[in-house]
């Protein structure tokens, strides 16, 4: 099984065209943060799980200077709030709905 | 700070002299006296004379060094974050001064910044841009043209061109989770809380 990608698009960008890997391939002239959080969303309406391809830390999760969740940190919160499992993510691990998601689907 | 007076009287800055722009601006990021987020803080702080000071630089050096000076310097996560930010800063005194020549200073900042990090974060603070720009009725594509010209060819410079192409729902603030609020020193762009904590 595999997931929809989060994450930085240096990171993502290494996913695009993989079987089985969705990633928001947006020209950069498309991209909006509102078109970012329809995509995430429309994954999480379908159950679908997620990976993070960029590695979850403070400071690839957190923007210091303004004070704010970067947008990679965003889509994790935007998870979370979904109710998907989040509490120790780490890069290329499957994130899944629920917390029984990820016993039940052996990661 | 700086004025309305730019660096082209300056001469051609060398790369000796931007390194050592780059090192003050170093020295300033590190001080124990500087506060987060630096987004909110009055402006100016020593950290927007240090990145004025190497925005402006950047401008006048020969072309040849402006290509490969930034990838010479030291950067990290942090940098990309605070330079982002002064983009931003740069939004609002756009608006609070009634004058577009901080944009330009907001735009090269983007340039230096060169995606290295997250190219959708540096399409937000430049969203804050065109929109602070347009708000004074000035058309911001031909600005964004001539600073695209600093470095053609990069990535970045590719994305203030991309700006021509978006439409019209794609360069509102509100598209990319900002506002304008009020603060003690006037009008500022910041995070709407509604959208970054819902």
């Not at chain 1, 403070?58 to 940190?73: D, I, M, T």
């Not at chain 2, 001080?31 to 004025?52: I, N």
């Not at chain 2, 000035?138 to 061109?161: C, M, Y």
Request: proline residues 6%; glycine residues 10%; charged residues 25%.
């Amino acid at each position: 099984m595999y997931g929809k990608q989060l994450g930085k698009q240096a990171d993502t960008a290494a996913y695009i065209g993989k079987p089985g890997f969705n990633v928001l391939n947006l020209p950069k002239e498309e991209w909006s943060m509102a078109n970012n959080d329809a995509w995430v969303q429309g994954g999480m309406d379908r159950g679908a799980p997620f990976m993070p391809a960029s590695e979850p830390n403070p400071s690839s999760v957190f923007n210091l200077s303004r004070g704010e969740l970067s947008v990679f940190g965003r889509e994790l919160r935007q998870l979370f709030n979904g109710g998907y499992d989040i509490q120790g993510a780490q890069q290329g691990e499957l994130l899944g709905p629920g917390q029984d998601w990820a016993a039940a689907s052996g990661q | 700070m700086g004025g309305g007076v730019r660096t082209m009287s300056e001469g051609i800055v060398s790369l000796v002299d931007m390194n050592e722009r780059w090192e003050s601006y170093k020295a300033e990021a590190d001080s124990a006296g500087r506060h987060d987020p630096y987004l909110l803080e009055p402006f100016p702080t020593p950290l927007d004379e240090a990145l004025y000071s190497v925005v402006t630089g950047f401008q006048s050096m020969a072309d040849s060094d402006r290509r490969s000076w930034p990838g010479s310097i030291p950067f990290s996560i942090r940098d990309s974050q605070i330079l982002l930010t002064y983009a931003a800063r740069m939004a609002t005194q756009v608006l609070r001064e009634g004058s577009t020549s901080r944009l330009t200073d907001g735009l090269v900042a983007h340039l230096i910044e060169g995606e290295r990090d997250d190219w959708r974060e540096n399409v937000i603070v430049l969203t804050l841009l065109f929109d602070a720009a347009r708000k004074l009725g000035v058309d911001p594509l031909p600005i964004f043209d001539h600073v695209a010209s600093l470095a053609a060819g990069d990535a970045a410079a590719e994305t203030l061109g991309g700006f021509r192409k978006r439409k019209p729902e794609m360069l509102t603030i509100e598209s990319m989770g900002y506002r304008t609020a009020m603060s003690a020193q006037g009008v500022r762009y910041e995070p709407d809380p509604a959208v970054w904590r819902q």
